[in-house]
């Protein structure tokens, strides 16, 4: 009994934490209560009843699957919703109006082999990539209305009347949902991308300094806090699939804010995938430098890679600063630079190593310094890539006129 | 208009080509046709017509949104339906029956205040990771249920009939989606993720092999089809949603073929983690090695690379073919054995190196030098990565009792 009272009260603990983590995400469970609130009232009141009766059922259901966390999802799938609604409606009434002409004897084989040939042509094209990145819901509801109007066709009397009150009822739902959507506290996918992207960029910054630290640091003092930050890389390689669906769904939001009509939420990607690139090698980096088991910190070129490593750091975190905050910073430019002339002297210096290590045989042995070599190579590698971060950034800032 | 039918074409063509390299795309969407036209029969039939009804509606909309490409997902999503309309409308009789005692005036409070109440809990529960890996589909379900059912309580007079009804016709769906699904070409998720993750392992052998050997070859043949060939690591890199998504459904498959019940899904996505940990240093091995603008091929080391880049690349594909073919060969054991002492041989020609370096300064440049210690650093680092691949294969032959 204690060990499931342990396991309830940590699980409750869990869920608490991710509630008050971000107070946005209980208040998206209230807000999709007033939506449903909203729209059942629709049965309650007498005079709205008479106006929509039992089918205000189709608009429970449209907010409660329409209604995303974001508004750009809400808008993806509210408009997909009524486009698919109408679409299939409209095409059903026609092939209804063929079918009727055909005899009644004919009608349920031209009926259900319309809704074959279209069933199948609708869900293959699911799979072609445009399709799938913006209509893919939309698809769904125009099979779904299709096939519904187009069997219903037999039995129903008024088809017209059918079909017209779905699609008001169904737009009710959709305004209902996106109005409480984008009115009370609204979370807009593009504002999410941006500070996703600018505090990738910033654990970015904390990783390749850390890797770096950790790596000349004396072994004694063991960092375990510059172990947890050079952490940070991962959650830079493992958050492309909630980037892209981010962009993809912030195209689909009114203009807000600073983000403008045709904001560029494709170049987000890039700059992510630039990232990536610079994340990758820092992974590298971080399993080479960790793999030895070093009695004492390396002397040589210690300080050329710190500095190497903390410009970075800085030039990182500028450029996180001017995408959290969307303007150019002249300071930025200053990082660069001094970015620049850190990463040649690194490359002197490695030029000057070998005679550097002729002179002092005797203290590092040879497998010590062939690390060292990957590690000063790797940093360089890594300089390379946020100078790609760099240029998708300014890229970002002139298409979004920051 | 020469310009419009160009595009026609080109976009008909890609269309094609996505059915005619995989023919079980083009299944999927007949498979749908025929499910749908298998419900569509309760509408024409009349015997059928007179049990079911109007609500028959129901059968159709869970069938087209029930129905997945693969067996798992459509198993996932039934039997969440399922699970959600049950539960939903279990827990809304039971309010409807609190709310009926408080009154006529009460009762719309009541109701609305309940599902505000519930709709929130649920709707936030699709934060918690678990609830959103397994029932996330089902919380929407059961959240859109529990209003409907609830908000038509004070309209209806035949509740529980309603609510049946609505249950047998959503069973119906669901057992006529399964059956398509499961019966006529089914695609299991297990299946698509052995075959995926055999795939990628010999993409990222042909990957290794296609660096080192580009990197070594006389730069007059450049061989754009290594540098092809070496390109294949990205889809190791781009390649975990899709797999975490198949592990995730594949967990609600019955036992088919080779993959019993408890087959061990989670391996796989380690499987897949060691390989992307293997493809990041190829990722930094390819960017190392493809920086420099090299006149002739390097001299030094080069047989000692290559031949290590082989055995890593026959060990890979050695271990894809026994996830592939779910059988666990011998030939492996030699292979890594072969692969073990190339690594061996490569660490000591690396420890002579300084010594032969000397002898032909002349000859090789210190960048050069540089660059040949790292790139054969980061080799070593592949062949460790590629250790962990083995070992997780080796999990998996355990687990799944290869």
Known sequence: ?????????GFSKKVWKIGADDPR???????VGIALTLVSLFYYVR?????????????IMTVVLVFEYTVGGSMYKGL???????SGAALALGMHWIASKSGEKLEPFVASGSVILLAATATFSRFIPTVKARFDYGVTVFVMTYSFVAVSGYRVEDLAALVLDRIATIAIGVIICLGVCALICPVWAGQELNLLTARNM????YAVEGCIEDYFAEPSVKRAEAAAKSEGYKSVLGSKASEDSQANLARWEPPHGRFGFGHPYDQYTKVAAAMRHCAYCVESLSSCAGASSRERAPRLLGDACTRVAARCARVLKEASTCVATMTTSR????AVADFNTAVHQLQTDLGNLPFKLAEKTAETSLAEAMQLFTVALLLIEI?????????AVGTLATLARF
């Open 1 to 9: 009994a204690a060990a499931l009272e342990a396991k309830v009260s």
């Open 25 to 31: 995400k209980p208040a998206y469970g209230v807000k």
């Open 47 to 59: 005079p709205l009843y008479d106006g929509v009766g039992g089918n205000a059922v189709w608009a």
């Open 80 to 86: 997909n919703r009524l486009a698919g609604t109408m």
């Open 202 to 205: 910033e654990k970015l910054a």
């Open 331 to 334: 300071t930025l430019g200053f």
């Open 383 to 391: 300089a390379a890539s946020i100078e790609g971060v760099v240029h």
